[in-house]
């Protein structure tokens, strides 16, 4: 089982995040970045929300940092691990914008995306962007068809896309919390990447289903890990997603500092040799 980083700064997700994010910037964003990808882990990831309700905020949080402007920045700063939106919200775009823009980050960062997709939940943001959020899930399955087949296409229905992604082959991973979610991704995708759902509940869903060759489950441990302070526990709970079927974990850990968290990440590198 590979790990994956979810990472600090860009998503402050309410009893999720450490103080010390709150005020965090740049230098600590490429500081860890940096240590991720220098001892190989998989991913780094990035949400997307333009705007939150301020009466959801208390829920939800408010701070979300834009995909692909955060994901080119990591991409200048790292060599090998994969830029990841988890999740990009199919319906605010036009597939094959996405293919154009993510495309552009793909060639700048010598093919390191990997789309993380979603079909949206927050009826506000809708209206705020104009999107139809009525039969979004429909829209979403050929809208991830399109973006597949328009994806490292130097040509799209008579249109010249330069730059493109370097190869035709794109990692897809749908996100979601429903059996449907789990249907798209494997009809159409290339890996899982649910949330909100406990382990014994993703085994379940996992199991109705027969998965494709090389198919990705990418599962969260839940909670920031302490591979420093309770190495035991990280293990376990490490060692849960594998036992429910992860190929990937994405991973947060708790720290004082952007210095601690990438000791951390030392730490939980560790325990990774051993899955």
Do not use: C, M, Y
């Given at each position: 089982m590979k790990l994956g980083l979810s990472t600090p700064v860009v998503m402050q997700h309410p009893g999720e995040f450490s103080?010390?994010?709150?005020?965090?910037?740049p230098d600590e964003l490429a500081l860890i970045a940096e240590a991720a990808d220098r001892l190989g882990f998989h991913h780094l990831t990035c949400a997307e929300h333009t705007g939150i309700p301020a009466a959801a905020a208390a829920v939800r949080g408010t701070v979300y940092w834009d995909p692909l402007a955060t994901?080119?920045?990591?991409?200048?700063?790292?060599?090998?691990?994969?830029?990841?939106t988890a999740v990009v919200v199919l319906p605010y775009h036009h597939p094959v914008a996405l293919a154009k823009s993510y495309g552009t980050l793909d060639r700048l960062s010598g093919g390191r995306v990997v789309l993380g997709v979603g079909v949206g939940s927050l009826t506000e943001e809708f209206e705020l962007l104009g999107a139809q959020f009525d039969g979004r899930g429909a829209a979403a399955?050929?809208?991830?068809?399109?973006?597949?087949?328009?994806?490292?296409?130097?040509?799209?229905?008579?249109?010249?896309?330069?730059?493109?992604?370097?190869?035709?082959d794109l990692a897809v991973w749908v996100g979601g919390r429903t059996r449907r979610s789990l249907r798209r991704a494997v009809e159409l995708g290339t890996g899982w990447m649910p949330f909100g759902?406990?382990?014994?509940?993703?085994?379940?869903?996992?199991?109705?289903r027969q998965l494709p060759?090389?198919?990705d489950v990418i599962l969260s441990p839940g909670v920031p890990l302490d591979p420093r302070g309770e190495p035991d526990t990280a293990r376990d709970r490490l060692g849960r997603l594998r036992d429910v079927g992860a190929t990937i974990a994405n991973c947060s850990v708790a720290a004082r500092d952007a210095e601690h968290f990438c000791e951390q990440l030392e730490a939980l590198q560790k325990i990774g040799e051993d899955l």
């Open positions: 103080p010390w994010e709150a005020t965090a910037g994901l080119s920045f990591l991409a200048a700063v790292t060599r090998r691990i994969r830029l990841v399955d050929r809208d991830i068809a399109t973006l597949r087949a328009a994806w490292g296409q130097p040509v799209v229905d008579g249109f010249a896309i330069e730059p493109h992604a370097i190869t035709t759902l406990s382990p014994d509940v993703i085994a379940e869903f996992l199991a109705q060759a090389n198919f």
